[in-house]
């Protein structure tokens, strides 16, 4: 099956600095690359995706890239703020599996 | 739609004790998924459904654990006997397609077997 792994697994940073979280998978059947964020005490909820066709993709200050021969994907977050603060996922899907990165806990400082 | 429904929120139990959660995904979802989350481990698939059968158990981690979808609108985890090591907050997520759209996860269930 698939194997996500994702790095760092905390990071830091001041408000208004920029995050990158970076994920790396195994199966190239993957196509589908969903991120999560999951607030204290909540369920994870989709911020962003990508799909396979599709090397960048970006909404207001989150966006994401795919390297899909590296097999390797980011997140980026620029211009932090406080409620940025949470665990963030990765996840990579074929048609028969998804399987989720172990987490990056964000903490913007204020 | 309410989204997806776990129940109970919160279960605590003693050790040797049969837990079952209990799961109602979105309707209209063909998929339906079991993750564990704790700490050390992330979230990790303990086991997943494609039109109420089951697909890839390879994540259930023992015998303990058993999870049934008799219908399309309700599924259960069972562990038993349950043991310490099995707390852990467990998600259900339901998409309506494996590969191309979001999974949507229910609020969790919190267990403690003490």
């Known amino acids: 099956g698939e194997n996500v792994e994702q790095h760092p697994s905390t990071l830091s940073v001041q408000e208004g600095d920029s995050a990158v979280i970076k994920c790396t998978y195994s199966d190239s059947a993957s196509n589908y690359f969903p991120w999560y964020k999951q607030e204290l005490g909540k369920r994870p909820q989709l911020i962003i995706d990508i799909r396979s066709n599709v090397g960048e993709k970006k909404d207001q200050r989150i966006a994401v890239t795919l390297n899909k021969t590296a097999k390797h994907f980011s997140l980026h977050i620029t211009e932090t703020q406080p409620e940025d603060s949470a665990v963030y996922f990765c996840a990579a899907t074929t048609g028969n599996d998804m399987r989720f990165g172990a987490g990056t806990r964000l903490t913007v400082k204020p | 739609d309410a989204g997806v429904i776990q129940s109970p929120r919160h279960e605590v139990t003693e050790m040797g004790q049969e837990v079952t959660l209990r799961c109602k995904p979105i309707?209209?979802?063909?998929?339906l998924f079991w993750y564990r989350q704790t700490m050390m481990r992330g979230l990790e698939l303990l086991i997943y459904?494609?039109?109420?059968?089951?697909?890839?158990d390879s994540g259930m981690p023992e015998d303990r654990f058993s999870a049934k979808m008799p219908n399309a609108s309700f599924s259960t985890l069972k562990i038993q006997p349950s043991e310490p090591r099995d707390s852990a907050v467990y998600f259900c997520?339901?998409?309506?397609?494996?590969?191309?759209?979001?999974?949507?996860f229910g609020q969790g269930t919190r267990l403690t077997v003490v």
């Open positions: 309707s209209g979802h063909d998929y």
């Open positions: 997520a339901s998409t309506p397609v494996l590969g191309t759209d979001e999974a949507f």
């Open positions: 459904f494609n039109n109420n059968v089951p697909i890839d």
